[in-house]
């Protein structure tokens, strides 16, 4: 087992892009290596060194690396992107982009992520305890496939488009979440605790739940009886008829 | 004065007949000369293949690009062609690029002059955006930069036509190549742009346009007959109607037919038919799709009044854009896909929509044989330009992997090898084995250009002409193109010297230097009374119709950087 733990030395207010922080470019690195790697700062590189206190324990491969950030990280963005393995683990409020394109291993934030977590992720697992911001396992801009796979659980709410142009993989939301969820989504699984307004639209095919109230459903979804999930009934609605959707929402 | 000398050049310049011959270029103050004198700086080319800088006469790089810029965000990290594409980081030389099919107009710039290419020219201009366009040619560096202005579904042109008014049609085409500086007359799906504002299209050369009792034949031949009383440099530049409708090639031929009758003014084609690889489907719907290539280049076989350019297809992801409303709405439609449509008030339609040519789907398979097709069974070089129609067909950083098609059965095998055995029966393509050589590529993006534009300074490396000089990493003799591709590839996709009026620009496949280029434009002369005559019509329009005054409508030449002014004789 490998841990690194890394704390900032002082508060950052142009955000840091650490998308070369995970387990993959950890493992197996001493702390001056790790120090070493270069991250964007503004319009420029600085290694990381500079602006992070970097302790390491132990040397191994990147499943069995940890990352523990200690303290609020919420100038820090694109950490753990296109991690395969391992684990990160955030105790305060990250940043944009955290977990983007994550392919394995498992991030646990102990705080509030700001937009586009678990963008477009393949594989893996993210668990937030605390609120999201905008765009939850969502597409880039103007890409037509967003989350591909793997697992987001956010234990607190999220503001609008979860699961925005999602593809696979399943998102479950514990609190509430703003506009639109699943946004012309075309696979996976969304489920919401809470509550959720206009959900679904341009849904083409996929799976959403919602235990909370809906609000403003839209027109374009189809009634077609009821349908059991886990003991619980729900009102069965498919589309979105507009796209030619199969989509399947299951609203109380 | 700036003296240069290119020892050992294997000159390969079709214009003036050279294939592939050593010699020296003589190069003074940006021109190529006779000689030059001890002082000259040189360059030791050792025999590697040189060629007039490349000119690609029909690209979608400035305007309506960058709608496809605002609905594709995410072309800004596509790296498909390493090296031309993708998001690269500022340096001293260079400004910080992005995007594929749509890249920021300093990559475009760039990207271009590393194929060894030095001039473009713009398909599409609507009279309304030129202004546009000419802030983008602005902050294009190093190319120089021309652009064919919108005329086919134009209502001053309909009615002039509708009323028999050719002179003063004549003056209303000069007008709008002066208010746009354009450089020619561009007509896409004549009528079909004003149809589309009434939710239709039109469909054929003699479907009447809707509000104006004109029909799609009538506009082409009345453009055409007013594009030779301007004596205009180039001919009427047409996308024919039905574009991308399977048994288009029918109207196509016909449209090519109807030209016959039209003389030149100039020594020149009395048409251009552009990215004829959309126009070229035989069949009657998607299910018996096929090629109409040869029934096409048949007919422009024993033609002698036309060129033509591919609009070849690559696969990935392109993103069509054309002033063809309805058709960009029913790929929209066909591939729910993404779409952007715009009514450009008098003039035309247009619209954008990025879709993905897949070797699995037989369709695209079979476009992007007919490209191929017409390129290789058209037997005289003199009559294809060739193009991608850049980004419709896909992106320009493309051509040299399209080269290794024209030049290579061999290479064209392999890529047939993957398509379904529905593709290869709809196709010619596997029974062709003509292989291009390095003077009929030559031919093709450069040697036609400087003809059917009527520009004896570009395009060919005679004295007099600018010196726009590319050197290939390639020695003719030593190379079998049509077994190593690979090599050709990767020797078209940088150049060793990109020259821009006798400026390093490029060396070793980088960019060396960013200067400026020129735009030209076309200043046709009118007599003043047609001209005012005309002007009258016009108030009449800007004070009813157009959202914007006359006076704020034209672009100015501060507008232009570096302009050229070519001006030509109105005959009355
Ligand atoms: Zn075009």
């Known amino acids: 087992m490998q841990i690194v733990t890394l704390s900032l030395k002082k508060p950052n207010k142009i955000p840091i892009e650490a998308d070369n922080v995970n387990p993959d470019n950890f493992a197996g690195k001493t702390e001056g290596e790790i120090k070493a790697i270069p991250v964007w700062y503004g319009n420029g590189q600085c290694p990381l060194g500079d602006f992070f206190n970097v302790s390491v324990e132990g040397s191994d491969s990147a499943e069995n690396t940890k990352i523990v950030f200690k303290g609020d990280v919420s100038r820090v963005k694109r950490i753990g992107q296109n991690m395969s393995a391992g684990e990160i683990e955030i105790n305060g409020n990250v940043d944009m982009h955290c977990g983007f394109g994550m392919k394995g291993g498992k991030i646990v934030i102990n705080g509030d992520a700001d937009s586009w977590l678990g963008c477009e992720m393949m594989g893996g697992e993210i668990v937030l305890n605390g609120n999201a911001s905008y765009y939850v396992g969502s597409g880039y801009r103007g890409e037509s496939c967003g989350m591909r796979g793997g697992k987001i659980t956010v234990n607190g709410n999220t503001r609008d488009y979860v699961g925005e142009h999602m593809c696979g993989g399943e998102i479950i939301v514990k609190g509430n979440v703003g506009l639109l969820p699943a946004i012309s989504n075309n696979g996976g699984k969304i489920v919401i605790e809470g509550n959720a307004t206009m959900p679904a639209s341009e849904m083409k095919s996929g799976t959403v739940i919602i235990k909370g109230e809906v609000s403003d459903l839209l027109p374009s979804y189809k009634e077609e009886g009821t349908e059991e999930v886990e003991g619980v009934i729900y009102r069965k609605f498919t589309g979105d008829v507009n796209v030619g959707g199969k989509g399947v929402l299951l609203i109380k | 004065m700036s003296e240069m000398l290119i020892k050992n050049a294997n000159v390969c310049d079709p214009v003036q007949g050279i294939n592939c011959e050593t010699m020296d270029i003589c190069i003074r103050d940006g021109k190529i000369v006779e000689s030059v004198s001890g002082s000259a700086k040189i360059i030791d080319a050792e025999g590697r293949l040189t060629m007039a800088g490349g000119f690609d006469g029909h690209t979608h790089s400035a305007g309506k690009i960058n709608v496809g810029r605002f609905m594709n965000p995410n072309d800004a990290r596509k790296n498909l062609v390493p090296g031309l594409s993708g998001q690269v980081a500022r340096t001293e030389k260079t400004r910080a690029q992005v995007g594929y099919n749509t890249p920021n107009t300093y990559a475009i710039g760039y990207r271009y002059a590393k194929l060894g290419y030095t001039t473009i020219c713009e398909a599409a201009i609507p009279l309304l955006a030129a202004r546009h366009t000419h802030e983008e040619f602005k902050e294009i560096p190093i190319l120089d930069k021309m652009g064919l202005s919108l005329f086919g579904s134009n209502w001053q042109v309909m009615e002039y036509i509708r009323d028999k008014e050719p002179e003063k049609l004549a003056a209303y085409v000069s007008w709008g190549l002066r208010a746009s500086r354009g450089y020619g007359v561009k007509i896409v799906n004549p009528g079909g742009g004003e149809a589309w504002g009434w939710g239709k299209n039109v469909s054929g050369l003699y479907d009447p346009v809707p509000n104006f009792d004109v029909t799609p034949a009538e506009i082409l031949m009345g453009l055409a007959e007013a594009n030779e009383r301007l004596q205009l440099p180039h001919s009427v530049h047409v996308h024919c109607n039905n574009l991308g409708k399977p048994g288009n090639y029918a109207t196509t031929i016909e449209t090519m037919k109807l030209f016959e009758k039209i003389n030149p003014s100039r020594d020149r084609q009395a048409l251009h038919v552009t990215h004829v690889q959309f126009n070229a489907y035989a069949g009657t719907s998607w299910r018996d799709f096929e090629t109409g290539a040869p029934m096409v280049a048949d007919y422009v076989n024993g033609a002698d009044h036309m060129t033509f350019d591919l609009g070849q297809v690559i696969f990935g992801p392109a993103v069509t854009m054309t002033a063809d409303g309805p058709v960009e709405y029913a790929n ?241």
């Open chain 2, 332 to 572: 929209a439609r066909m591939l729910h896909e993404k779409w952007s449509n715009q009514d450009i008030e008098l003039e035309d339609a247009s619209g954008v929509v990025p879709l993905f040519y897949s070797p699995k789907s037989f369709v695209n398979a079979v476009q992007w044989a007919i490209g191929l097709e017409l390129a290789l069974l058209v037997k005289d070089p003199w009559k294809v330009m060739f193009t991608t129609d850049s980004p419709n067909g896909g992106s320009f950083v493309n051509y040299p992997e399209a080269f290794t098609y024209l030049m290579s059965a061999k290479r064209r095998e392999e890529v047939i090898s993957g398509f379904s055995k529905m593709a290869i029966d709809r196709m010619v393509l596997p029974g062709i084995d003509r292989e291009l050589d390095f003077y009929e590529l030559a031919v093709m993006t450069r040697g036609i250009q400087s003809k059917m534009y009527s520009m004896p300074e570009k395009g060919n490396l005679k004295v007099g002409s600018d010196a726009d000089i590319a050197i290939y990493d390639i020695l003719p003799g030593q190379i079998d193109p049509s077994t190593e591709y690979a090599k050709v590839k990767k020797a078209f996709s940088g150049a060793a010297y990109t020259l821009k009026d006798g400026e390093v620009v490029v060396k070793d496949g980088e960019i060396e230097a960013t200067p400026k280029g020129k735009v030209y434009w076309v200043n046709a002369k009118v007599p003043a009374n047609i001209d005012i005559a005309m002007q009258k019509d016009i108030d009449v329009k800007f004070r009813k119709y157009y959202t914007v005054s006359k006076s704020n409508y034209m672009v100015e030449d501060t507008y232009l950087q570096k302009p050229v002014e070519i001006a030509t004789e109105g005959v009355f």
